[in-house]
């Protein structure tokens, strides 16, 4: 019986193309990316923070809105330090106002956005620089995840920082009084830089997209 000749300095890979045998040094290098794992993994335990410090202050919001005293004057508190029923050290509040209600929401969207930037950052992450996961026909894959790339990624990432920092923005404004005029100029400012700086990262990757595939075309012609 005839055996297929055995290369063994090359594996088919899924497509039925040889894998080709890197260097040591080059395969040592290769394999550094695993460094960043931990990292990664650091983040996710970062996340469950974010998701126990939201599950307690929902806890405070239901609580003071069930008008408990101490719930309410510990969120009024924190919303609204400035307050003279928080200076003063009372405790007797017994109903929440609309402004420090719409703060505490506005604080768990601030949670929820964060968390979102950090699962965009693990997952993108690590499909871009570390492994890739093979999410394909997967009915939980996340649509950004079809085409993510290390641009697309920084994309992203420059607008949910936009949606962060739109959201501490508003409350500030809506607790003005709080802050002086040096405070709220530096915030908008600040605000602004995001968004130059988003727009900035889009037209880079777009002029960025459009040379490699002009140069794609003329390397097909």
Same mark, same amino acid.
């Given at each position: 019986?005839?055996?297929?000749?055995?290369?063994?300095?090359?594996?088919?890979?899924?497509?039925?193309?040889?894998?080709?045998?890197?260097?040591?040094?080059?395969?040592?290098?290769?394999?550094?990316?695993?460094?960043?794992?931990?990292?990664?993994?650091?983040?996710?335990?970062?996340?469950?923070?974010?998701?126990?410090?939201?599950?307690?202050?929902?806890?405070?919001?239901?609580?003071?809105?069930?008008?408990?005293?101490?719930?309410?004057?510990?969120?009024?508190?924190?919303?609204?330090?400035?307050?003279?029923?928080?200076?003063?050290?009372?405790?007797?509040?017994?109903?929440?106002?609309?402004?420090? #209600? %719409?703060?505490? *929401?506005? !604080?768990?969207?601030?949670? /929820?956005?964060?968390? =979102? @930037?950090? #699962? %965009?950052?693990? *997952?993108? !992450?690590?499909?871009?620089? /570390?492994?890739?996961? =093979? @999410?394909?026909?997967?009915?939980?894959?996340?649509?950004?995840?079809?085409? /993510?790339?290390?641009?697309? @990624?920084?994309?992203?990432?420059?607008?949910?920082?936009?949606?962060?920092?739109?959201?501490?923005?508003?409350?500030?404004?809506?607790?003005?009084?709080?802050?002086?005029?040096?405070?709220?100029?530096?915030?908008?400012?600040?605000?602004?830089?995001?968004?130059?700086?988003?727009?900035?990262?889009?037209?880079?990757?777009?002029?960025?997209?459009?040379?490699?595939?002009?140069?794609?075309?003329?390397?097909?012609?």
């Amino acid at each position: 019986m005839n055996h297929p000749p055995n290369d063994k300095s090359s594996d088919p890979n899924q497509n039925g193309d040889p894998i080709k045998r890197l260097p040591l040094m080059a395969n040592v290098l290769f394999a550094s990316r695993w460094l960043q794992l931990p990292l990664y993994f650091g983040l996710a335990i970062a996340q469950g923070v974010y998701v126990v410090h939201f599950l307690i202050e929902l806890f405070h919001l239901v609580e003071a809105a069930l008008g408990m005293s101490s719930a309410v004057y510990e969120l009024t508190c924190a919303a609204q330090p400035q307050l003279e029923a928080c200076a003063a050290g009372a405790a007797q509040m017994h109903k929440l106002t609309e402004t420090t #209600i %719409m703060l505490v *929401v506005l !604080g768990l969207i601030d949670v /929820v956005m964060i968390s =979102n @930037l950090l #699962i %965009m950052v693990i *997952v993108g !992450g690590y499909e871009t620089f /570390v492994s890739r996961m =093979n @999410l394909q026909n997967h009915p939980d894959q996340p649509e950004w995840l079809s085409h /993510v790339n290390a641009g697309v @990624l920084k994309v992203k990432l420059a607008t949910a920082i936009i949606g962060i920092s739109s959201i501490h923005l508003l409350k500030t404004f809506i607790n003005a009084s709080a802050f002086d005029v040096k405070t709220l100029v530096a915030q908008t400012g600040i605000h602004v830089v995001f968004l130059l700086s988003a727009l900035a990262i889009a037209w880079t990757e777009k002029v960025m997209g459009s040379v490699a595939q002009q140069a794609s075309s003329s390397g097909q012609h």
